[in-house]
């Protein structure tokens, strides 16, 4: 069966339903069962201005509507009520809620401090920077917008979807090199492709790119909208040998039952299911709610793979942590949790420097050649097993 590659937004063909679908008071909004309808619909029912979020949460911080030419604001029913009603600290608030001080712009806050388009390739969206992976990114629209999103400058902006030129061009580009061995496809969100779209997608690198051994999806709307999980999705990952799904779990609230329900049905299809978390500033930046995060994730068979400082983009300042709290947090997990449960901490280097992990220095060589080890309760000893004076004996 052959498919084409299609780039229609589905969002556009929502547009004209959803004024009549938004959850408008809280008892409408808790009273709604998300498992009642498609994920489809559900996206018709996202909240878009704080205004509309007025009669379901209280002490909404009134911004200027200006804020949304910056970037948009989406909200999907399914998030809303996981947001605390009275509590404008809320960490899922925190995490989506427009405020008045992200357009406060400070002159670091480069719209592509990654430097991304740099490495674009052929007028495609594939960024191309090491040398075996590649990073595709198929859609500009995502199910919620995270008000500290890296892409900024790519995503929201009227739901405007990656067009089919550079789809194409992206597959070719793939298909031409045959030392990418890895290919990610991100965005904007994938799984907010239809499934049609995202098959049109995954056929074609299956069928014209065999050096990529390795295909992997990040997407946030499996915490966003759990029900985006389906028997047809879970039948695409499987068919397509898609070998690891990243997910984007920021704080244990998010951790709830139909999410853990959904990613046991994903895990069926024998794809390995990573997390990528954010480290943000009055979001998940305290020892229990880290500790909380990371157990809560491999209690659902998800491994915390990298867990990001808080990238530069326009706006970003108010969630990020000093190189010293980032560490400290770090300490803390690391001989307290579970091993499996411990992320790689890693900053992303501005001007396309790539990933560095952040790590304190547990082992360390003195200039006199002696090696000394620093263990997670702080008890200093000498490790003479790996000095090289006792090696070359
Ligand atoms: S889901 Fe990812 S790409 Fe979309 S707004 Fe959030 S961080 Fe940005």
């Known amino acids: 069966m052959a498919f084409s590659i299609e780039a229609t937004d589905p969002c556009k063909k929502a547009d004209l339903t959803r004024l009549s679908k938004i959850l408008r008071t809280r008892e409408e909004l808790d009273a709604f069962d998300v498992t009642s309808e498609g994920w489809q619909q559900a996206l018709q029912r ?75 390739q052929d007028g495609s969206s594939v960024v ?51 030392e990418i061995e890895d290919c990610l496809l991100s965005g904007g969100d994938p799984l907010l492709l239809n499934d049609r779209q995202l098959e049109g997608i995954l056929s074609q690198i299956r069928a014209g790119a065999p050096h990529i051994k390795f295909l992997r999806i990040g997407s946030r709307l499996p915490a966003q909208l759990p029900t985006r999980i389906t028997p047809e999705l879970c039948a695409i990952i ?36 990573g997390n990528q978390s954010v480290l943000l500033k009055g979001v998940n930046d305290d020892v229990a709610t ?18 990001y400082s808080c990238d530069v983009a326009e706006g970003n300042h108010d969630y990020q942590l000093t190189l010293d709290r980032i560490l400290k947090l770090y300490r803390a997990l690391r001989g307290f949790i579970s091993g499996p449960a411990v992320p790689t ?49």
């Open 46 to 120: 996202r909240y878009r201005t704080h205004k509309d979020m007025k009669g379901i949460l209280n002490h909404v911080e009134d911004v200027d509507m200006a804020i949304y030419h910056h970037f948009d604001m989406r909200v999907t029913p399914y998030l809303a009520q996981l947001m605390d009603r009275d509590d404008p600290n809320c960490p899922i608030r925190k995490q989506y809620m427009p405020f008045q001080r992200e357009v406060n712009v400070r002159p670091y806050e480069v719209a592509d401090s990654l430097a991304e388009d740099h490495d674009m």
């Open 128 to 178: 191309h920077r090491y040398p075996n992976r590649a990073l595709f990114l198929v859609t500009t629209s995502c199910g919620t917008y995270c008000r500290f999103c890296t892409r900024k400058r790519l995503v929201s902006h009227g739901e405007s979807a990656v067009n089919k030129q550079q789809l194409e061009r992206g597959i070719s580009y793939l298909k031409a090199h045959s």
């Open 238 to 273: 499987e068919r397509y040998e898609v070998q690891m799904v990243n997910v984007h779990v920021n704080h244990p609230k998010e951790i709830t039952p139909l999410f853990a329900e959904r990613i046991k049905m994903l895990r069926k299809t024998g794809t390995m299911i």
């Open 290 to 307: 880290l500790r909380d995060l990371c157990m809560g994730l491999v209690t659902c068979g998800i491994r915390p793979y990298y867990c």
């Open 345 to 393: 901490f890693v900053v992303d280097g501005t001007g396309g420097l790539g990933k560095m992990p952040i790590i304190p220095e547990y082992v360390r060589e003195l200039a006199n050649g002696e090696i000394w080890a620093t263990n997670f309760k702080g008890k200093v000893q000498r490790m003479i097993n790996l000095e090289a004076r006792t090696l070359e004996q």
